[in-house]
Every structure is written in structure tokens, then in C-alpha cells.
């Protein structure tokens, strides 16, 4: 799924070439993605309105046309791209909104777990998964070790479901949990309680870490929006490769119906012999 360094260099793009545009057309290819929460029909409540803003929040990204508001969560395999309409329709185009300049605002997902929610204005808690939202992970002042602190003393998971909780942190997927917890040494199936004072002071700069300085590098090679950069990463999609620190295999295990990919010399499991059963582990 786009993950927060992903949706803020999407976000970034999409203002600096949508904002001030209008809506001349919309297209809807994959109506199950859709959801209308005002009444009236989808071309008829979007065309002539101009795309005031965009911003990203949570794992949403928010489109603001006065009165209405788009919120996309592109889930497992949504994702942007700004084409032109009259070029070749893409197999996994699920939404379109051709714009005033002649470009097109496409939503992509081959695999139709994303959502679209066209609401009112100021209805955004109304909206699955934008009702709570996490600890910004990247605001300094909110952020604090303290604030980390008192959030993971009242959790009761498992830190890798802990961390991809978007109600406490804003906002991680698979992807970058895994590498928080490389970063961290810690496994992906330790209970967040199990950890002492330093492991979760050592998660919080860890996530400060990782977020930042993936934010950092997909803005430097400006990749197209539609691509998702991640040949950066330590341990996500590296199964049966060298750990880059201490050169043991990178293996794949499952936490809480999400694959984790982790190095078991510097991530050790603790939690006693023989709770981890390697024979469900994908084969080095």
C-alpha cells in the first residue's frame, strides 16, 4: 500500500499541478471503489467545481471542491497518476477526472480494495478510518519520546500491530514497520509490554528515522507518482538476501495476518524458546 512517505510526495505533486484546476469530466471505470455519501450522481456533483486544495491525512488523500470533499484511501495497490484522456486507458484505471488544462486525475487499483468517498464538507469523521488519527510521527513538538512513551504503555499487541495502528501513529503499513523494527533491533512479534525504557525510546528515534529519511529520498528522485520507490529499503521485499549489517539472511515470517520481513540476528525473538515456528516461514 502508499505508506506516509509515498502519499506526502504524491500530495506534493498533486498541488502543484491540480490545484486551481476545474473538473470537466469524470469518468468511473470501477464503480466498486466509489462511495457517495450526497445525494445526486457523480458527474453531476463534481463537474464544473474547481479543486481548491489537497492534503493528506492519515492515510487519506483529500481533495477539497468547496462545499464537497474527495477523500481516496488507496489501501493495498491504489495509487495516482496525471495522464492525458486521450491516451491508452490503463487496465487498473478505476476513477478519472478529466481536468480544465486537458489533463486527467486518474485513481488506479488493480485490485479494487481502495475507496473513494465523495462528503460534504466538515464530515470528514464520518469516513472509516478518518474518525481517529494517530500521533504524527513527523511533528516534533507532538511526537516527543514522553508522548511515545504513554501511548505504547497502554497497548497490549504485538509492536509490529502496534505500530500499524493508524488511531495511535500517523501512519505506517507493512513496509515501513518493517524497517522501523530493523532500525530498532526489535522483532516484529515482541509484545509492545515486554519492551523496556531504552527499546522504546530506541522505536520512537527509529520512526523519526526511517519516516524522515524515506520522505527525504523519494523526494530527491521525484519518481511519477504512480511509482512506488522502495529498492531503498533494508529489509521490506528482501526475503533470502544478506542482512545489510550483519550479512544473515533476511527472512519472512507472519504477525497478526501481515507478513513481516526482519533479520533474525539483529531482530532476536525473546519471547521464549519455540513460540516462533520457523517451518511456517517461507524457505530461505
Not at 4 to 15: G, I, T
Not at 37 to 46: N, S
Not at 148 to 176: E, P
Not at 187 to 208: F, T, W
Request: with cysteine; proline share 6%.
Amino acid at each position: 500500500m502508499p505508506e506516509r512517505p509515498d502519499l506526502e510526495y504524491a500530495v506534493k505533486v498533486l498541488r502543484k499541478e491540480v490545484v486551481g484546476l476545474g473538473i470537466a469530466g469524470v469518468r468511473v471505470k470501477k464503480p466498486v471503489v466509489l462511495r457517495v455519501a450526497v445525494p445526486g450522481k457523480i458527474d453531476e456533483l463534481l463537474v464544473g467545481r474547481t479543486i481548491g486544495s489537497v492534503k493528506r491525512m492519515s492515510h487519506f488523500v483529500l481533495f477539497a471542491l468547496g462545499d464537497l470533499e474527495i477523500a481516496v484511501s488507496p489501501m493495498l495497490a491504489g495509487r495516482f497518476a496525471l495522464a492525458q484522456p486521450s491516451g491508452k486507458q490503463p487496465a487498473d484505471l478505476a476513477l478519472a477526472l478529466d481536468l480544465s488544462d486537458g489533463s486527467s486525475l486518474q485513481y488506479r487499483d488493480d485490485v479494487q480494495m481502495g475507496k473513494v468517498y465523495v462528503i460534504r464538507a466538515g464530515t470528514r469523521a464520518e469516513v472509516p478510518g478518518l474518525g481517529k488519527i494517530g500521533l504524527d510521527a513527523l511533528d516534533p513538538r507532538r511526537f516527543t519520546r514522553e508522548a511515545f512513551r504513554a501511548l505504547a504503555a497502554r497497548r497490549r499487541d504485538q509492536v509490529k500491530v502496534f505500530l500499524m495502528d493508524k488511531a495511535a501513529i500517523d501512519s505506517m503499513g507493512n513496509a515501513y514497520a518493517d524497517e522501523v523494527l530493523w532500525e530498532a533491533r526489535i522483532h516484529p512479534k515482541a509484545m509492545v509490554r515486554s519492551l523496556g525504557p531504552e527499546q522504546i525510546d530506541s522505536l520512537h528515534d527509529a520512526i523519526v528515522k526511517v519516516l524522515g529519511e524515506a520522505r527525504d529520498e523519494i523526494a530527491r528522485r521525484a519518481p511519477p507518482i504512480e511509482e512506488k520507490v522502495r529498492d531503498f529499503l533494508a529489509v521490506r521485499g528482501r526475503h533470502g538476501e544478506p542482512c545489510r549489517r550483519c550479512g544473515t539472511k533476511i527472512r519472512s515470517a507472519g504477525v497478526h495476518g501481515h507478513d513481516a520481513d526482519m533479520c533474525p540476528t539483529c531482530q532476536p525473538d525473546h519471547r521464549g524458546k519455540g513460540i516462533v515456528d520457523w517451518r511456517k516461514l517461507k524457505p530461505s
